[in-house]
C-alpha cells in the first residue's frame, strides 16, 4: 500500500496486453508471503503435527481445478457483499493461483484466517465498514503480520512508512505497530473510510488503497473523468490492474476452497490470550526465561517489538500473552523485571560522557563552569575580556567555529572558584558596565535596529560579501581602516561577515 501517490508512472495510452494472461505483482507479492508465512512460530509448530502437508497432492483426483465461467459467476452472486464482485478471466487465473500453484500452503492462510478474521470482523463492524473488505488482508499479506514488500510496506494491511505514520502507528527503531494486527487493522478502516469519502465506490477504495488516490485519480482524469474501475484499468498502474482481480478472487476462494479439497490447517495460535500494558521498559526474553515461554512464541504473539524490547518508559506498550500465562506475569512481575536487567538494560550506560584525550583536555583545574547568555553588540572579543579567559577557550568550551555567535545564545564559561558570584552577574549588566568594570571604552558596536541606525550621529554601511576594512575605509574621503576598527570596537584580526553594519564617522 502506498501513502497517496505511488512512483508508478501511467502511459498516456493503453497497453495492448491479454486480459486472459495477466497475473502481475499482486499474485508475486501474494506468494512470496505466502511463503514466508512458514516461518512463524505456531505455524511451523502446526505443520510438524499435520502429516497431510507432506502428501504431493489430495487422495482424491475427482476434484475439478476448474469449472465452467457460469459457475464462477453463479457462485460470487451468491456472496453476500456490497463490493461488486464481477467475474472475468483475470478473476479466473487468480483463482487458479490460490487453488493449484499454492494449493497446500492455502491451506495454512485458511487456517490463519480463521484466527485472524474473527478479530478483523469485530473491528471493521465497529467500524460500520463492510466486512467483505477483510479479504483485502489476505491480497495485502497473506495474513502475515510479518509480511514486507519489496517497496517496503509491512504487516498485515501492508502499510508504508508514511502512510502508517499519518494513521497514528508508531514506527521507530524499536517498535513497528504496522506489524501490530489490532493497531494495523483500526489504521486500515481509517484509510478505508477517508478513501470511500474521497470515491463513494468501493472498488475504486480497493484500487485507491493498492497505488494510492493520486494514481487512481490520474485515471480518472485521463478517461474523461469516469469513475468506473473497469472503464480506467488501463489507465491504472499494473499492480493495480492485478490488485481487484486478485481480491475477487480470494473472496471466492476463501467461500468454496471446500470445493477444491482445501482443508483449513489448525494453527496452534493461543486462542485465549490476555494484553497487559508494560509501563517499564521490558525484554522478551525476561518473560520468556521467567515463565518460560518459547521466545519465538512471544515475538510471533508481540510482532510490532522489533529488537524485543518494549519501550514502556517512554510511554505504555501491550505484551500479549496466552492467558494461563497471565497470572504467572502479575505474580511473578518483580522477578520478570529484575532479571538480568543490568544485560538488557546496563544502567551505567544510560549516562556517559566522552573520554578526555590531549587533543579533548578536561575542564581548568580550580575553575567552575558558569552560562553567560549573548546580547545585542557581544562579540567573544568583548566577552573574553570581560572573562579574562581567551577567545579560543571560549571557542574550544562551546565548540563555536570562527567568532560567530549569536543574540540569545548561552555560552559556557570556566571561571575560578572564587568569582562565581562576580562573574554571574555579567549576565544582568548593561554593555558600558561590562566595559567599565573590563577597564575598556564604553562605545558599544553599531547595531541597525528595524533599518534605522541607533545613533543618528553616524553612518552606517552593511558589509557585504567579500568586504574588506580597508576596502570599506576607501568609499568614505578621509575615512581610514583605523577609524572604523576604533570606532567599532574591532582589533586588526577581528573578522567582519556579511550583513553586518559598521558604524562610519558621518562627514561634517
Same mark, same amino acid.
Given at each position: 500500500?502506498?501513502?497517496?501517490? =505511488?512512483?508508478?508512472?501511467?502511459? @498516456?495510452?493503453?497497453?495492448?496486453?491479454?486480459?486472459?494472461?495477466?497475473?502481475?505483482?499482486?499474485?508475486? *507479492?501474494?506468494?512470496?508471503?505466502?511463503?514466508?508465512? !512458514?516461518?512463524? +512460530?505456531?505455524?511451523?509448530?502446526?505443520?510438524?503435527?499435520?502429516? $497431510?502437508?507432506?502428501?504431493? =497432492? &489430495?487422495?482424491?483426483? $475427482?476434484?475439478?481445478?476448474?469449472?465452467?465461467?457460469?459457475?464462477?459467476?453463479?457462485?460470487? $452472486?451468491?456472496?453476500? =457483499?456490497?463490493?461488486?464482485?464481477?467475474?472475468?478471466?483475470?478473476?479466473?487465473?487468480?483463482?487458479?493461483?490460490?487453488?493449484?500453484?499454492?494449493?497446500?500452503?492455502?491451506?495454512?492462510?485458511?487456517?490463519?484466517?480463521?484466527?485472524?478474521?474473527?478479530?478483523?470482523?469485530?473491528?471493521?463492524?465497529?467500524?460500520?465498514?463492510?466486512?467483505?473488505?477483510?479479504?483485502?488482508?489476505?491480497?495485502?499479506?497473506?495474513?502475515?503480520?510479518?509480511?514486507?514488500?519489496?517497496?517496503?510496506?509491512?504487516?498485515?494491511?501492508?502499510?508504508?512508512?508514511?502512510?502508517?505514520?499519518?494513521?497514528?502507528?508508531?514506527?521507530?527503531?524499536?517498535?513497528?505497530?504496522?506489524? @501490530?494486527?489490532?493497531?494495523?487493522?483500526?489504521?486500515?478502516?481509517?484509510?478505508?473510510?477517508?478513501?470511500?469519502?474521497?470515491?463513494?465506490?468501493?472498488?475504486?477504495?480497493?484500487?485507491?488503497?493498492?497505488?494510492?488516490?493520486?494514481?487512481?485519480?490520474?485515471?480518472?482524469?485521463?478517461?474523461?473523468?469516469?469513475?468506473?474501475?473497469?472503464?480506467?484499468?488501463?489507465?491504472?498502474?499494473?499492480?493495480?490492474?492485478?490488485?481487484?482481480?486478485?481480491?475477487?478472487?480470494?473472496?471466492?476462494?476463501?467461500?468454496?476452497?471446500?470445493?477444491?479439497?482445501?482443508?483449513?490447517?489448525?494453527?496452534?495460535?493461543?486462542?485465549?490470550?490476555?494484553?497487559?500494558?508494560?509501563?517499564?521498559?521490558?525484554?522478551?526474553?525476561?518473560?520468556?526465561?521467567?515463565?518460560?515461554?518459547?521466545?519465538?512464541? !512471544?515475538?510471533?504473539?508481540?510482532?510490532?517489538?522489533?529488537?524485543?524490547?518494549?519501550?514502556?518508559?517512554? /510511554?505504555? &506498550?501491550?505484551?500479549?500473552?496466552? !492467558?494461563?500465562?497471565?497470572?504467572?506475569?502479575?505474580?511473578?512481575?518483580?522477578?520478570?523485571?529484575?532479571?538480568?536487567?543490568?544485560? &538488557?538494560?546496563?544502567?551505567?550506560?544510560?549516562?556517559?560522557?566522552?573520554?578526555?584525550?590531549?587533543?579533548?583536555?578536561?575542564?581548568?583545574?580550580?575553575?567552575?563552569?558558569?552560562?553567560?547568555?549573548?546580547?545585542?553588540?557581544?562579540?567573544?572579543?568583548?566577552?573574553?575580556?570581560? &572573562?579574562?579567559?581567551?577567545? =579560543?577557550?571560549?571557542?574550544?568550551?562551546?565548540?563555536?567555529?570562527?567568532?560567530?555567535?549569536?543574540?540569545?545564545?548561552?555560552?559556557?564559561?570556566?571561571?575560578?572558584?572564587?568569582?562565581?558570584?562576580?562573574?554571574?552577574? +555579567?549576565?544582568?549588566?548593561?554593555?558600558?558596565?561590562?566595559?567599565?568594570?573590563?577597564?575598556? $571604552?564604553?562605545?558599544?558596536?553599531?547595531?541597525?535596529?528595524?533599518?534605522?541606525?541607533?545613533? *543618528?550621529?553616524?553612518?552606517?554601511?552593511?558589509?557585504?560579501?567579500?568586504?574588506?576594512?580597508?576596502?570599506?575605509?576607501?568609499?568614505?574621503?578621509?575615512?581610514? *581602516?583605523?577609524?572604523?576598527?576604533?570606532?567599532?570596537?574591532?582589533?586588526? /584580526?577581528?573578522?567582519?561577515?556579511?550583513?553586518?553594519?559598521?558604524?562610519?564617522?558621518?562627514?561634517?
Amino acid at each position: 500500500m502506498f501513502l497517496l501517490i =505511488s512512483g508508478h508512472g501511467i502511459a @498516456d495510452e493503453p497497453e495492448k496486453d491479454s486480459l486472459a494472461g495477466e497475473i502481475g505483482p499482486p499474485a508475486i *507479492e501474494f506468494m512470496d508471503n505466502l511463503d514466508s508465512l !512458514l516461518n512463524l +512460530f505456531y505455524v511451523r509448530q502446526s505443520l510438524v503435527q499435520d502429516t $497431510s502437508l507432506v502428501q504431493a =497432492s &489430495f487422495e482424491s483426483d $475427482s476434484i475439478p481445478s476448474t469449472y465452467p465461467d457460469s459457475v464462477y459467476i453463479a457462485r460470487l $452472486s451468491k456472496i453476500p =457483499s456490497v463490493v461488486p464482485l464481477p467475474y472475468n478471466h483475470i478473476v479466473r487465473n487468480y483463482i487458479s493461483v490460490y487453488t493449484e500453484k499454492k494449493k497446500d500452503k492455502m491451506k495454512v492462510m485458511l487456517g490463519m484466517a480463521d484466527y485472524y478474521f474473527p478479530l478483523i470482523e469485530q473491528i471493521f463492524d465497529q467500524q460500520d465498514l463492510p466486512i467483505e473488505l477483510k479479504y483485502m488482508a489476505v491480497i495485502e499479506s497473506a495474513l502475515n503480520p510479518r509480511a514486507r514488500s519489496r517497496a517496503g510496506a509491512v504487516g498485515l494491511w501492508q502499510f508504508m512508512y508514511g502512510t502508517g505514520k499519518m494513521y497514528g502507528l508508531t514506527i521507530n527503531s524499536l517498535v513497528d505497530e504496522r506489524r @501490530d494486527p489490532i493497531r494495523s487493522t483500526y489504521a486500515a478502516t481509517s484509510f478505508l473510510k477517508d478513501l470511500y469519502n474521497l470515491y463513494h465506490d468501493w472498488i475504486l477504495v480497493i484500487a485507491a488503497y493498492n497505488c494510492g488516490p493520486g494514481n487512481v485519480n490520474k485515471a480518472i482524469r485521463r478517461s474523461g473523468g469516469v469513475k468506473d474501475y473497469w472503464k480506467i484499468y488501463y489507465r491504472l498502474p499494473r499492480e493495480t490492474r492485478g490488485y481487484v482481480p486478485a481480491y475477487i478472487a480470494a473472496v471466492y476462494t476463501m467461500n468454496y476452497y471446500w470445493d477444491y479439497g482445501l482443508k483449513p490447517v489448525t494453527i496452534n495460535i493461543p486462542v485465549m490470550r490476555d494484553t497487559l500494558i508494560v509501563q517499564e521498559d521490558l525484554h522478551l526474553r525476561q518473560v520468556s526465561d521467567v515463565l518460560n515461554i518459547p521466545l519465538q512464541e !512471544l515475538r510471533d504473539m508481540n510482532p510490532q517489538y522489533r529488537r524485543d524490547i518494549i519501550p514502556g518508559s517512554i /510511554r505504555p &506498550f501491550t505484551l500479549v500473552l496466552p !492467558l494461563q500465562y497471565t497470572g504467572r506475569f502479575i505474580d511473578y512481575q518483580d522477578s520478570i523485571f529484575s532479571y538480568k536487567d543490568s544485560i &538488557f538494560f546496563d544502567p551505567s550506560r544510560k549516562t556517559l560522557a566522552p573520554q578526555y584525550t590531549r587533543y579533548n583536555p578536561p575542564p581548568p583545574k580550580g575553575r567552575v563552569k558558569i552560562y553567560y547568555t549573548v546580547k545585542q553588540g557581544d562579540n567573544l572579543g568583548f566577552i573574553s575580556e570581560w &572573562f579574562h579567559v581567551r577567545i =579560543s577557550s571560549l571557542r574550544y568550551w562551546n565548540h563555536i567555529r570562527h567568532n560567530m555567535i549569536r543574540v540569545g545564545q548561552r555560552l559556557t564559561v570556566y571561571v575560578p572558584k572564587s568569582k562565581v558570584s562576580y562573574y554571574k552577574k +555579567f549576565n544582568h549588566y548593561s554593555f558600558a558596565e561590562k566595559q567599565r568594570l573590563s577597564g575598556n $571604552s564604553t562605545v558599544q558596536p553599531a547595531v541597525v535596529e528595524q533599518g534605522r541606525p541607533l545613533d *543618528e550621529n553616524y553612518e552606517y554601511y552593511r558589509v557585504r560579501p567579500g568586504d574588506t576594512i580597508w576596502e570599506i575605509a576607501r568609499k568614505y574621503e578621509g575615512v581610514t *581602516e583605523n577609524d572604523i576598527l576604533r570606532l567599532n570596537n574591532l582589533s586588526r /584580526r577581528s573578522k567582519i561577515r556579511p550583513g553586518q553594519h559598521l558604524k562610519i564617522r558621518r562627514k561634517s
